[in-house]
């Protein structure tokens, strides 16, 4: 069990890398995603509701603003994972990276820049994913060799006492 982890050492932590590296240039080539898309607009309107006061006139209308914003952007929000995609994925930012690649292929898939970077996430994920499911399958075969129904004959070198070598005092 042990050979097979030094002999995927790193493909897991290399794998997250690109999909971090595809989240990122996904979310600058469809325009810094849905979230940020107004982020400028509220900052004026903060701008606005401090300078005035929410009880005025001016503040009353960025308030109003503010909560359409808030509706729109609710709206917009990239989908949640549930447990079953992390467990499957490995982990959670790789489950809510695939899901916000598919939703920006599906807003912007006229865009040749946005399909290319879906596609990086897509390849990125799936390194992940095999990687994950490799180093969970070898390891739930090591459990259960250590408790299955030959677990005395699994393992037996743990139990064996070793004789020291080298220095004696």
């Not at 952007?73 to 982990?91: I, V, Y």
């Not at 899901?99 to 912007?108: I, Q, T």
């Not at 499911?133 to 004959?153: C, N």
Request: proline share 2%; no cysteine; glycine share 10%.
């Amino acid at each position: 069990m042990d050979v097979f982890a030094l002999a995927t050492w790193g493909v897991g932590s290399v794998a997250m890398k690109g999909v971090k590296a595809a989240h990122t240039t996904l979310k600058a080539t469809s325009r810094a995603g849905r979230f940020e898309r107004y982020t400028n607009l509220r900052k004026l309107l903060n701008k606005n509701v401090m300078k005035h006061g929410a009880d005025s006139a001016r503040g009353a209308k960025a308030i109003r603003a503010q909560r359409a914003l808030r509706q729109i952007g609710s709206k917009e929000a990239t989908p949640g994972t549930n447990r079953l995609d992390r467990l499957l994925s490995g982990e959670g930012e790789v489950a809510s990276a695939s899901k916000f690649a598919k939703a920006m292929r599906a807003e912007f898939g006229g865009n040749p820049d946005v399909v290319k970077a879906a596609d990086a996430m897509d390849k990125a994920a799936l390194k992940f994913k095999l990687s994950y499911g490799a180093a969970t399958t070898v390891d739930v075969g090591d459990k259960l060799g250590e408790k299955g129904p030959y677990a005395d004959q699994y393992g037996n070198a743990k139990d064996v006492l070793t004789r020291e070598v080298g220095s004696r005092w």
